[in-house]
Each structure stands twice: as structure tokens, then as C-alpha cells.
């Protein structure tokens, strides 16, 4: 992939940026259009939540005049994948996870590096890249469907509600069955070779999908060394 451009088209990357805050948007989107982005701006959480459908990346700041942006995200999340890297101010752990659990796909602190922040656009795009030249788009595997292109999880019950991250993590494991994957490899595949949270966060994500896969056994925990998902 070169610059702004996605590899799957070649037009640039429509990049939504959410910030009420002229003298950081303005700068911030000169450099972005330098490199190739074909960016646009919203100054409210209700302006981006109506635009949000045309842009192919979203940027958003948390301090927003009328909506919270967590909030925001949330919403957006709710009708489209499209990739979210929030900005925040708030440096503190449990915000952090509560933004990747309500599906922003990296973040970055105020103040952050332009070059920084390009780099981590560009890591979220290369990683969705990746996702979607992965194996079957549609697999059947352990009494349940996972339909890669739509997101969407199914059972004999219906259709498992997944939070984005729990998504990931299943289409992951179930990349190549009754393989060992180690939790650096499952975090830097499904959170972001950056990652520094609380270690429990994988955890806490996989007993949330044994819980909604409804079959315990589906996942087989290695102590201290990752998860192996081997249900046929
Ligand atoms: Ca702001």
C-alpha cells in the first residue's frame, strides 16, 4: 500500500476528521492531504455521526462540544466497520480499554506526533488489509459460521452478537484450527503491535466469547502460553 491509498481501490482513503478545534484540525489536515489522504472534516459528534457513511477512516477527538466521544464512537461502530483511531487527552488505563471495547481500533494521546499518528493510520489499515486477504471469508467450524466479508457470527440459534474485538480475536484463532496461538502473537494481531494495557484484557475478551459461543470447550486455554481454538 502506498500513502493514502488503499490497495483493494485505488482512490485515497476518504479520512473523516472529528475535531472542533481549529488550530489542531487545520494543520492536521494539510499534512494528511500531503500524504495522500483525501481528508474531511466533521466539528460535532452529531456532524460525524451523519457523515461517517462516506468516509472510508474515521479520526476522532473525545473532547467534542455536543456528543461525548465515546459515546460517538459507539454510535458509529453500531452501523459501520469502517476504522476508528480516537484521540484523547485522557491518559488513564481504564478509558483506554473502554475505547478499544467499544471498537476504536487504536488511539493516540494529546499531544501526539504527526508522523506518529500517520504511522498508526497506516498500521490500521495495513491490519484490516491482512484481515481481508485472509483465509475462507466463510467458514463453518465448531456448530457456528463466520462470515468474514460481513462480520457476522451465526449459530443454529441465530446470530451471535460480537463486539468488533471479539470478532477478531474468533476469526483469528479460527484462522488455522487446533493451532497454538501466544498471547504476544494474538495481541499484536488483534490489538496493535503497541499495545500496553492491562494484561487481562485478552482474558476477559475470551471468556466473553466462550460465554456467547456457548460451548466451553471450543477455546482450550495453554497456562501461560496462549489459546488454541479446537472445536471441529
Ligand atoms: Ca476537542
Redesign the pocket.
Known sequence: MADGYGSAITQPVQLLVV???DD?ADPLIEGLVLEGFAPTRARTGAEAIESVGRAGFVLL?????DLD?GEVCRRIRMSTDVPIIV?T?RDDELDRVRLLEIGADDYVIKPFGFRELVARIRAVLRRLDRCEASVELIQDIGGIRIDRRSRRVTSDAGQVELTPKEFDLLAFLTEEPGTVRTREEIISKVWDEHWWGPTNTLDVHIASLRRKLGDPGAITTLRGVGYRYDAQ
Not at 477527538?61 to 462540544?65: A, H, I, N, S, V
Open positions: 475535531e472542533d478545534d489542531i477527538d473525545l473532547g467534542l462540544p466521544g484521540v487527552a
